[in-house]
């Protein structure tokens, strides 16, 4: 499984960014993709999850009501919408999906810098 990241950028505090994350290969083994964030001099976190089977999604806490995952299962894109974007959101936005037998595939990452 391939993953390409693209829409990140630079927007001020408050402003909007859609990220878009496409999947290519054995699109037919992933159960769940996401979005994970990893800010200068921290770990890596989970934002945000949807499953294959049924589209249920999961938010981290410090996303829920600002941030939406959305997917395009024909097309096996997954889609984060971000609004009311803080200058804590700044981070490197990277898609994950994890297939069978608990395999987790990345994509490069999509830089996403928020100014005040």
């Known amino acids: 499984v391939q993953l390409v990241e693209s829409g990140g950028g630079l927007v001020q505090a408050g402003g909007s960014l859609r990220l878009s994350c496409a999947a290519s290969?054995?699109?037919?083994?992933?159960?769940?993709m996401g979005w994970y964030r990893q800010a200068p001099g921290k770990q890596r976190e989970l934002v945000a999850i949807i499953r294959s089977g049924g589209g249920s999604t999961h938010y981290a806490d410090f996303v829920k009501g600002r941030f939406a995952i959305s997917r395009d299962g024909i097309k096996s894109l997954i889609y984060l919408q971000m609004n009311n974007l803080q200058p804590e959101d700044t981070a490197v936005y990277y898609c994950?999906?994890?297939?069978?037998?608990?395999?987790?595939?990345w994509g490069q990452g999509t830089q996403v810098t928020v100014s005040s």
């Open positions: 290969g054995a699109t037919y083994s992933i159960d769940v």
């Open positions: 994950n999906a994890n297939g069978w037998g608990q395999i987790d595939y």
